[in-house]
């Protein structure tokens, strides 16, 4: 088993480019709901079966003078997640909140949070 260092995951979009250059952090969020199957008439014990999934994906990162690369909220990107230089999964997502933080005497910085819409594969 091998460790994998946090700055060897990155998000690139469907050209290849970073999605965000100077990312502090990312996290992907991978969600399945449980249904209940159970009647409260059956058991006293609630069952559960899975259901729907769902992803998401949130990014920290450095505000640079450029801003050609940040994503627009509600629009859909094709994104690529890579780790070590290899693509482990792809998928499409739409940017639902990007917010930009600047306090005197620090470096500005931002977040994105993008829905995962369909399979992230």
Same mark, same amino acid.
């Given at each position: 088993?091998?460790?994998?260092?946090?700055?060897?995951?990155?998000?690139?979009?469907?050209?290849?480019?970073?999605?965000?250059?100077?990312?502090?952090?990312?996290?992907?969020?991978?969600?399945?709901?449980?249904?209940?199957?159970?009647?409260?008439?059956?058991?006293?014990?609630?069952?559960?079966?899975?259901?729907?999934?769902?992803?998401?994906?949130?990014? #920290?990162?450095?505000?640079?003078? +450029? $801003?050609?690369?940040?994503?627009?909220? %509600? =629009?859909?990107? *094709?994104?690529?997640?890579?780790?070590?230089?290899?693509?482990?999964?792809?998928?499409?997502?739409?940017?639902?909140?990007?917010?930009?933080? #600047?306090?005197?005497?620090?470096? +500005? $910085?931002?977040?994105?949070?993008?829905? %995962? =819409?369909?399979? *992230?594969?």
């Amino acid at each position: 088993m091998s460790i994998i260092h946090g700055g060897k995951i990155q998000i690139y979009n469907s050209s290849g480019s970073v999605l965000m250059a100077a990312a502090k952090s990312c996290t992907i969020h991978k969600h399945a709901d449980a249904i209940e199957k159970s009647s409260s008439t059956s058991s006293t014990d609630k069952e559960f079966e899975p259901g729907r999934t769902s992803w998401s994906i949130d990014l #920290a990162y450095l505000i640079t003078t +450029s $801003t050609d690369g940040l994503p627009l909220v %509600g =629009t859909k990107y *094709l994104i690529k997640v890579m780790v070590n230089g290899t693509q482990a999964m792809s998928g499409y997502v739409i940017c639902t909140d990007c917010d930009i933080q #600047a306090t005197q005497g620090n470096l +500005s $910085t931002g977040s994105i949070k993008m829905q %995962g =819409t369909g399979p *992230l594969a």
